[in-house]
C-alpha cells in the first residue's frame, strides 16, 4: 500500500502561481512515476494527465501546459511538485496526485485549484 497526502491548492487570480506538493509513504518501489492528472468541473469531463515524472528524472507535459507548469521531485523525501504558472481559467479543477510502479498505482483524495478574478 502506498498513500498519498496532497497540498498546496486554492484560489488565484488569473496569471498567478501556485505551488502543489505530493508526498508518498508507505511500499515505495525504487523504480516509480509520479503525476498530477486534472479534473475540471464540466459535465462529462474526464480526468486528463497534467505531467508526469519518473524516478529516473524523465518527465512528461500535457500540451495545454507546456511553459506553464514544471514538475519535479525529491527523491529522498518522496515528494512530487507542480509548480504552475501563468495560470488560467481553464487550469481550474481538482488536481489528483497519481503513484506508479511495476504492477501498482495509487490516486491521491485532490486538490482543488480555482483560478478566477
Known amino acids: 500500500q502506498v498513500q498519498l497526502v496532497e497540498s498546496g491548492g486554492g484560489l488565484v487570480q488569473p496569471?498567478?502561481?501556485l505551488r502543489l506538493s505530493c508526498t508518498a509513504s508507505g511500499n515505495i518501489f525504487s523504480?516509480?512515476?509520479m503525476g498530477w492528472y486534472r479534473q475540471a468541473?464540466?459535465?462529462g469531463k474526464e480526468r486528463e494527465l497534467v505531467a508526469t515524472i519518473a524516478s529516473?528524472?524523465?518527465s512528461t507535459y500535457a500540451?495545454?501546459?507546456k511553459g506553464r507548469f514544471t514538475i519535479s521531485r525529491d527523491i529522498a523525501k518522496i515528494t512530487v511538485y507542480l509548480q504552475m504558472n501563468s495560470l488560467k481559467p481553464d487550469d481550474t479543477a481538482v488536481y489528483y496526485c497519481k503513484y506508479s510502479a511495476p504492477g501498482v498505482s495509487y490516486w491521491g483524495q485532490g486538490t482543488r485549484v480555482t483560478?478566477?478574478?
Open 15 to 17: 496569471g498567478g502561481s
Open 56 to 58: 529516473t528524472g524523465i
Open 115 to 117: 483560478v478566477s478574478s
Open 63 to 65: 500540451d495545454s501546459v
Open 41 to 43: 468541473p464540466v459535465p
Open 31 to 33: 523504480y516509480n512515476v
